[in-house]
């Protein structure tokens, strides 16, 4: 039985991850035909979360159901940051062919608006310090955009399964002490 419900939690992880990631995907195409790419509307972050919330809690709810209405706790966090991972994997390689061949001029463009943001916050910043920001933000783009999707991702995917998992949590303690 032990290998059958891990080869299921691990199923639903990546079931659910692709499907999310194909389902951010789509909004992030979406939101680029729109032509809104580097300061999109919140309402694409809201549908992105609201996204991720949902398939995290249906993944849990899913094993659940197929593990005869048991989950403990553990279980719950670990599908959900399961899903939030394979589907922020995806999403990023996604997101580097977007910015590599699809929309090459995104890198820069992403760092002048920044650049534009700096100087408006503080206008006596100096020629060299921006410089320097722009160099260092043409170096290391990608490695900051996925840290920051990956500990964004992975945070969203705890708090949610962490939620989930105490709201539908049942194990065979749980019986007996009824």
Do not use: C
Request: charged share 15%; no cysteine.
């Amino acid at each position: 039985m032990e290998n059958t419900v891990k080869a299921s939690k691990k199923s639903i992880m990546i079931n659910y991850g692709l499907l999310l990631a194909v389902l951010s995907i789509l909004v992030s195409v979406i939101n680029y035909s729109f032509g809104d790419i580097y300061e999109p509307h919140w309402s694409v972050q809201a549908i992105g979360v609201a996204l991720m919330l949902a398939l995290i809690v249906l993944g849990i709810k899913k094993y659940k159901e197929f593990n005869g209405g048991y989950l403990t706790l553990g279980e719950a966090i670990k599908i959900g940051i399961g899903i939030a991972f394979v589907s922020v994997l995806i999403f990023m390689v996604y997101f580097y062919v977007f910015a590599k061949f699809i929309e090459p001029e995104f890198i820069n463009t992403s760092i002048e608006i920044n650049m534009e943001k700096a100087l408006d916050a503080n206008p006596n910043i100096s020629d060299e310090i921006l410089d320097t920001q722009r160099e260092l933000g043409k170096n290391y783009f990608f490695i900051l955009a996925f840290g920051f999707m990956l500990i964004f991702n992975l945070f969203v995917g705890f708090v949610t399964s962490l939620i989930t998992g105490m709201a539908m949590k049942h194990t065979d303690e749980e019986i007996t002490s009824i």
